[in-house]
């Protein structure tokens, strides 16, 4: 059976050079001069973000998702989301969504299970990996938050609900949508 919706093929774009507008460490603003597939010269300005994104879907015994709402100063408005973050330099994205989980809520998952990965924006590199985490329970040392976590806030929302928060725009957090879908036809909901 043939794929319809294959993703390998050439690569249509040549890169003439790279140039790095700003650099600060944990994003590069990157503007390559390319040959377009159309063969007429042109830029092509992106985000390389040098470490992986996490993003957890905790759902406990009771058939609740963990979710944290917080302000995302670019959107300037409140965003309720599942637990997630970036990769720390050489952590594997499973550990950082072990840690994630337990600095955003405060609880650790004996259950792991990969709901595969993605990106966010063809104008960013950074790809995240998603995780469904069970068999929940208190982590060790507690949420952990700091800086721009300061004012989150961890509610356990029935998964059913969650699902329609995604689907009617009350949860506008990609990650956080795509992860609840993936989970809720996981687990068959």
Known sequence: MTDVLERDGPNPWTTRSSTI?????R??????AVIQPDG????YTYLELPYPVVAIVPISEDGCVHLVRQWRYPWRCNSWEVPAGHAEPGEEPLHAAQRELAEEVGLQAALWQSLGTGFSSAAITAQYHLFLA?????????AERDGAEGDMIARAVPLDEAIQAAMDGRIVHAFSIVGLLRAARRLGV
């Open 27 to 32: 994003l590069r603003l990157v503007e390559d």
């Open 40 to 43: 007429l010269p042109g830029s």
């Open 134 to 142: 069970r068999q929940l329970q208190p982590a060790e040392a507690g």
């Open 21 to 25: 507008l700003f650099d600060n460490g």
